[in-house]
């Protein structure tokens, strides 16, 4: 059998395993240890590694988050505030959504919402994140007075809110521009903005996902001008339904290309597709979700394509469970998302892991890795790091 004469590993450690790996798989993974770039064909190459390789895989993802990051496993004290669920896009992938009049659907008043993100504040945390469905019930201004009164109400607290798609349609109602709503929101309070609803950033992908959906030049658009208006935003994938590696491939390139541009990009996020009641896998013969193995290969390959341009890939504890978080920690992740205390989405699409995860659970997790556990703000600024006090 060739063998690969090692040569970045050296320093690792992992000359044993390396030279065992099937060569194109060495070289691949040494590239990455020496900071070369990883390719889009290389990226797919390594989502279909098995065995030894997929070792070779996550070590080599453990060792870059090392190297980048250090030994911090990092978490953000966080209320979700999901402000309404009707909407009427029709995602196929989507359990939350629901009509007008329909004895689930809900929507919550302008005080609710102030009131949640008051109490949040009570309870320690430092964000609110806020999503909902695209309800035409609501006034156009929602958007900009749920803002504002949060600030009025809690000045310090960081509004993490609204998708691009939300953006996209708030602009709409208000017949402004998306630049012009965005310096609005801006002006009224918002921090920062999830990278949600990106799924997968492929135009034949997205068609077969939601047709009513914003399309691929549209978030890329609306990422893009927030991070130019100074309003930073994550940026996310979901997979494990119609997908496959060169999508994910392609995808993580885009996110590298967004980030080179205007580094507004705080992290990487993958999240895993949760079918159970969704019509995308009841109706149209979707997986049901990605494999134990692709969720370790989706974080381990985003942390060797991204890891020069987002040092963070956070896990997310409500769609991975707590054991499979951990396993994707040592396998290039190094943050573990957020407490949440009232997630809904997943939920309504059969996610089981629950809606809270307390600190202290958080910390006893990631000292059980043997890592350390530290409490951070929405844009990674350290505000305590256990066992050495605020
Ligand atoms: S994913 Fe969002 S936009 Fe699509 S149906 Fe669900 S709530 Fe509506």
New binding site residues.
């Given amino acids: 059998m060739e063998r690969y004469a090692v040569s970045h590993v050296r320093e690792t450690g992992l000359e044993r395993l390396f030279s065992s790996l099937q060569p194109d798989i060495a070289r691949i993974l040494d590239k990455a240890l020496a900071g070369g770039e990883i390719t889009v064909e290389e990226g797919e190459r390594l989502f279909h590694v098995r065995g030894l390789e997929l070792l070779g895989l996550m070590a080599t993802a453990d060792e870059l988050r090392r190297r980048t990051v250090g030994e911090r496993v990092t978490y953000v004290i966080t209320r979700n505030i999901n402000f309404t669920?009707i909407?009427?896009?029709?995602?196929r992938?989507?359990?939350?959504?629901r009509p007008a009049g329909h004895p689930e659907a809900y929507t919550m008043s302008l005080e609710e919402v102030v009131e949640k993100a008051r109490e949040a504040w009570e309870w320690g945390a430092t964000e609110v994140c806020i999503?909902?469905?695209?309800n035409p019930h609501l006034p156009p201004t929602i958007y900009e007075d749920m803002v504002r009164g949060i600030k009025e109400a809690v000045p310090d607290i960081h509004i993490h809110a609204f998708?691009p798609?939300e953006i996209w349609y708030g602009s709409r109602r208000l017949k402004i521009s998306e630049e012009t709503f965005l310096r609005r929101l801006k002006d009224a309070g918002l921090d920062s903005i999830p990278g949600t609803?990106a799924e997968i950033l492929d135009p034949e992908v997205r068609y077969r996902l939601?047709r009513?959906?914003l399309s691929r030049e549209d978030w890329i658009r609306i990422v893009t001008t927030a991070h130019r208006l100074g309003i930073p935003s994550t940026a996310t994938i979901m997979y494990g339904h119609i997908d496959a590696p060169v999508h994910w491939a392609r995808h993580l390139d885009t996110i590298r290309r967004i980030q080179k541009e205007t580094g507004g990009f705080t992290e990487f996020v993958p999240l895993g597709f949760v079918h159970e009641h969704t019509r995308l896998y009841r109706e149209d013969g979707a997986r049901p979700g990605p494999t134990g193995m692709e969720d370790i290969k989706m974080h381990a390959v985003a942390r060797l394509m991204l890891n020069d341009v987002i040092p963070n890939i956070q896990v997310s504890w409500v769609k991975l469970g707590y054991k499979m978080a951990q396993m994707c920690l040592n396998a290039g992740a190094n943050d573990f998302g957020g407490t949440l205390f009232e997630e809904s989405?997943s939920q309504a699409a059969g996610s089981t892991p629950g809606t809270y995860t307390s600190p202290a659970t958080f910390e006893r997790l990631i000292r059980d890795m043997g890592r350390i556990p530290a409490q951070r703000t929405t844009l990674y600024e350290i505000i305590r790091v256990a066992d050495e006090g605020p």
């Fill in positions: 669920n909407c009427y896009t029709g995602c992938f989507c359990a939350f959504a999503q909902g469905g695209l998708s798609f609803a939601s009513n959906k989405i």
